[in-house]
């Protein structure tokens, strides 16, 4: 069975620095993809980036950059240039390629404050 | 393109009751699974519908069913409601066929079970 693992409960950053939020997770798979999804309070959750595990180079989505290290199971997001607006629940999430079930698991979720 | 929308937003319900909850998938997607979140947790699979069919349940007793309909919407039932069973309940909707595996989940349905 496959889990994933956020070890940081809360964190906050200052407008406008960098954070990086962890991420490690287990499988016995070798095809998969790998999301990181942003909650805002009340409101619905939304893709911020996703990786597929057969790729090397890392993804990026203009402020959001990913740090994937397969053979470490770890998968960390990297916010730039922090928003106000990034305040939110962010959520990593594993999904096994070739069940035909897209199923995903999450962690337990990183709350993360923006302060200005 | 309109998104994932659930109804109702909130509801209250009381122990040993039945409840329905509903969404709407995203258009041109034909593919909805089910999420429960707990507070303060991630959310958890409960099961997903592939025109019409259940192709994948997580780990949640046969009180939770579903059903999608030929226009690709979709009901969670829950019957003999417990108090545990409060949560976020989330609909997320996807392509089968290209999407690379991206959800698109609705705003949820909050359901408090007293």
């Known amino acids: 069975a496959q889990t994933v693992t956020q070890s940081q409960p809360e964190m906050s950053v200052q407008e406008a620095e960098t954070v990086t939020l962890s991420c490690t997770y287990d499988?016995?798979?070798?095809?998969?993809?790998l999301f990181w999804y942003k909650q805002p309070p009340s409101r619905q959750m939304i893709l911020v980036i996703r990786?597929?595990?057969?790729?090397?180079q890392n993804a990026t989505e203009n402020r959001f950059s990913v740090n994937f290290q397969k053979a470490a199971k770890s998968f960390s997001l990297k916010i730039s240039d922090s928003q106000l607006g990034d305040t939110a629940m962010y959520f990593c999430?594993?999904?096994?390629?070739?069940?035909?079930?897209?199923?995903?698991?999450f962690g337990t979720g990183t709350r993360l404050k923006v302060l200005a | 393109e309109t998104g994932v929308t659930q109804s109702p937003t909130h509801l209250i319900k009381t122990r040993g009751q039945q409840v329905t909850l509903r969404c709407s998938s995203q258009?041109?997607?034909?593919?909805v699974s089910w999420y429960q979140q707990a507070l303060g947790q991630g959310p958890q699979f409960i099961f997903q519908?592939?025109?019409?069919?259940?192709?994948g349940r997580g780990n949640f007793p046969p009180r939770f069913s579903g059903l999608q309909f030929p226009n690709y919407s979709s009901e969670l039932n829950v019957n003999a409601l417990e108090l545990d069973d409060s949560a976020l309940y989330l609909c997320?909707?996807?392509?089968?066929?290209?999407?690379?595996?991206?959800?698109?989940f609705g705003p949820g349905t909050r359901l408090t079970v007293l």
């Open positions: 519908y592939y025109r019409e069919e259940e192709n």
């Open positions: 990786q597929e595990a057969y790729k090397q």
């Open positions: 997320a909707s996807s392509k089968t066929s290209g999407g690379a595996g991206e959800q698109f």
């Open positions: 999430a594993f999904m096994k390629l070739g069940s035909g079930t897209y199923k995903y698991i």
């Open positions: 499988t016995s798979e070798s095809n998969y993809y």
């Open positions: 258009s041109g997607h034909n593919t």
